[in-house]
């Protein structure tokens, strides 16, 4: 992969200094970056709801055709903030936690937030512990940093898996793996999850960010909507066993397709056939 081409950026980052995360565009790619290296970026309460607000920023841009999420410093992210002091509801005093706006439904659903949302390639840039590691399960394309390690410590911890890893990481390495993995509490190498696909390619820590931005751009600069359609196939098909459903899916979406083509032309006549 090669360097990503010089593009106008477009910094946007918060005024706060103490922004948990931050947000530049570059080019057609939206750049979201953990900022809190001195808490081994762990997810704090801001920290996720502003992880959540920057997709959702890209998912509006029509700029922006994909996204690339990392972090700052020598850590992806350690994991939730158990050193944060205590956020509580205002109505109800329960104590709130990144499941809260994570594991729930709707809005507050991580795995649905990124599998609707645009293409996004996670740069793993160095350890990631618990939901660190489980929060990139559900992201298009894992990229590592050959520093990188994911942990999974649930159990030892006295805690459960989270994040949808029960589903995602079975589909993405095998059930036989998975159980494995999740059972044993392991720490997985970046060239071990290479191997085992739990990541596309890994990289020196200095060539991570830029060829992630460099296979995001190239993301990005195709159609907006085949790229859509293809992702939601994808996701439709994954676990498809049924021959006639994946056709029927795959049908729809050409029938979409050829349905905008049709609209495009009568918007512009002069526009070329392609069918």
């Not at 090669?2 to 530049?24: F, I, L, M, N």
């Not at 850590?75 to 499941?99: N, S």
């Not at 589903?167 to 085992?196: H, K, M, W, Y």
Request: charged content about 25%.
């Amino acid at each position: 992969m090669s360097g990503p081409p010089d593009t106008k950026r477009d910094t946007a980052q918060a005024a706060d200094d103490d922004a948990p995360v931050s947000y530049e565009r570059r080019g057609g790619v939206a750049l979201v970056t953990y900022r809190r290296p001195e808490r081994r970026n762990a997810w704090s309460i801001a920290a996720v709801r502003a992880t959540i607000a920057a997709i959702e920023r890209a998912n509006t841009d029509d700029r922006i055709g994909a996204i690339v999420l990392t972090g700052l410093g020598a850590v992806f992210c350690a994991g939730t903030d158990l050193k944060e002091p205590p956020v509580r509801d205002p109505q109800t005093g329960r104590r709130i936690t990144p499941a809260d706006f994570t594991m729930g439904s709707g809005d507050r659903n991580w795995i649905g937030l990124l599998t609707r949302s645009k293409p996004l390639v996670v740069a793993i840039n160095g350890p990631a512990v618990g939901i660190g590691a489980t929060q990139t399960l559900a992201a298009d394309i894992r990229l590592a940093a050959d520093t990188a390690s994911f942990s999974f410590p649930f159990l030892s911890l006295g805690a459960m898996p989270e994040c949808g890893s029960t589903a995602l990481l079975p589909r993405l390495i095998g059930l036989s793996r998975a159980t494995d993995i999740l059972l044993r509490g392991a720490t997985v190498s970046a060239e071990e999850a290479r191997q085992i696909g739990l990541v596309s390619a890994t990289f020196p820590a200095d060539r991570l960010l830029p060829e992630a931005l460099a296979l995001a751009e190239r993301i990005a600069a195709l159609p907006a909507l085949q790229l859509r359609i293809t992702k939601r196939m994808l996701h439709e098909n994954a676990g498809n066993h049924d021959a006639d459903r994946i056709m029927r899916v795959e049908s729809d979406g050409f029938i979409e397709l050829l349905k905008a083509a049709k609209r495009d032309r009568a918007l512009d006549p002069a526009r070329p056939r392609r069918d």
